[in-house]
């Protein structure tokens, strides 16, 4: 495959189910972000790794809890969520150069999440 | 903080015219990038164009063109002989430039609807 793919497309889950979002790039990046897309809103950062550290949380409740173990995959793990988390989930990634931010990103083709 | 705004919730525009979207942002900086991503309805974000604010020169990418207004921070998207394919949601976005930092700011979104 290429590009970035992230898996399930698809997402429903209850209060009390605890699951993850996995997101995987192709295009030899080093920085990978999560963002969350709610309706009537603008694209919400959540989350930055560079280099497979976190370099940005943007406030994020700690019922998401991301992971990166390389700078090709990372994930989103849930638990304990409300329906206001309920959107479509996107990753991206990017080429990350030290001191520099230069690069564009590239989206996957999100998650869409609905907490019952 | 960096703001973005999409005056134009919707717009719709006749196959083979041509539409302008508009943006404004709000930053002290001075140097910066500009983007325009499109999300099509199966919901995958593609880079459309991007700006290098210190070029003066406007971006072109085959149909689609900006207008960058510096002083004005207006960076309006133009689409010519517009394609049932151009139908999207298009999200305008503010990148800065200094080290360290990867925060894509986007706008709400503007529906572009083509009329056959």
């Known amino acids: 495959e290429t590009g970035v793919t992230q898996t399930p497309r698809h997402l429903v889950m209850g209060m009390t189910n605890k699951k993850s979002l996995k997101c995987e790039q192709h295009?030899?990046?080093?920085?990978m972000y999560w963002y969350k897309q709610s309706a009537k809103k603008p694209l919400e950062l959540m989350f930055v790794?560079?280099?497979?550290?976190?370099?940005e949380n943007n406030s994020v409740p700690s019922r998401f809890s991301p992971e990166c173990p390389n700078s090709s995959h990372l994930f989103l793990h849930l638990h304990t969520l409300q329906p206001e988390d309920s959107a479509l989930y996107l990753c991206a990634s990017s080429h990350y150069t030290t001191g520099l931010a230069t690069d564009t990103q590239y989206f996957g083709p999100g998650t869409r999440l609905t907490v019952l | 903080a960096q703001t973005v705004t999409q005056s134009q919730p919707e717009m719709s525009v006749q196959e083979a015219e041509t539409v302008t979207l508009s943006c404004t942002y709000d930053?002290?900086?001075?140097?910066?990038?500009l983007f325009w991503y499109k999300q099509p309805p199966s919901r995958q974000m593609i880079l459309v164009i991007r700006?290098?604010?210190?070029?003066?020169q406007n971006a072109t990418e085959n149909r689609f063109s900006v207008n960058f207004q510096k002083a004005a921070k207006s960076f309006s998207l133009k689409i010519s002989d517009s394609q049932l394919g151009d139908a999207a949601m298009y999200f305008c976005a503010y990148r800065t430039t200094q080290g360290g930092s990867e925060k894509l700011v986007f706008g709400k979104g503007t529906k572009l609807t083509v009329n056959p």
């Open positions: 930053t002290s900086e001075s140097d910066y990038y």
């Open positions: 700006q290098e604010a210190y070029k003066q």
């Open positions: 295009l030899g990046h080093n920085a």
């Open positions: 790794y560079n280099f497979k550290e976190q370099t």
